[in-house]
């Protein structure tokens, strides 16, 4: 499966982006989806992933009550829904695909990987 991440950009302070992450091939739902990210100078954490029919979400305590992930499999797109951004929000985020469905906050539980989109949050 190939992704394709998009819709980071610029946000102030309690603003909100969505991010998106289009994927091709035909057998997108037999993956879990993970968005990851990457802050300057830091290792990439774990941020939220969505089980096969959407109907699992798990976040990281740091996202959590802020962020939504939520996957339409008829479009083949997971989505990261971002409200009350922070500046520490700052990061590349990627989107992920994993055949497993435990160790979903695990990176090297997912083999697939979108390309990055960069999430600016200003003061």
């Known amino acids: 499966v190939q992704l394709q991440a998009s819709g980071g950009g610029l946000v102030q302070a309690g603003g909100s982006l969505r991010l998106s992450c289009a994927a091709s091939g035909r057998t997108f739902s037999r993956y879990v989806m993970g968005w990851f990210r990457q802050a300057p100078g830091k290792e990439r954490e774990f941020v939220a992933a969505a089980g096969r029919n959407g109907g699992s979400t798990f976040y990281a305590d740091s996202v959590k009550g802020r962020f939504t992930i939520s996957r339409d499999n008829t479009k083949k797109t997971v989505y990261l829904q971002m409200n009350s951004l922070k500046p520490e929000d700052t990061a590349v985020y990627y989107c992920?695909?994993?055949?497993?469905?435990?160790?979903?906050?695990?990176?090297?539980?997912?083999?697939?990987w979108g390309q990055g989109t960069l999430v600016t949050v200003s003061s």
């Open positions: 992920a695909a994993s055949t497993y469905y435990s160790g979903y906050h695990h990176s090297i539980n997912y083999g697939y």
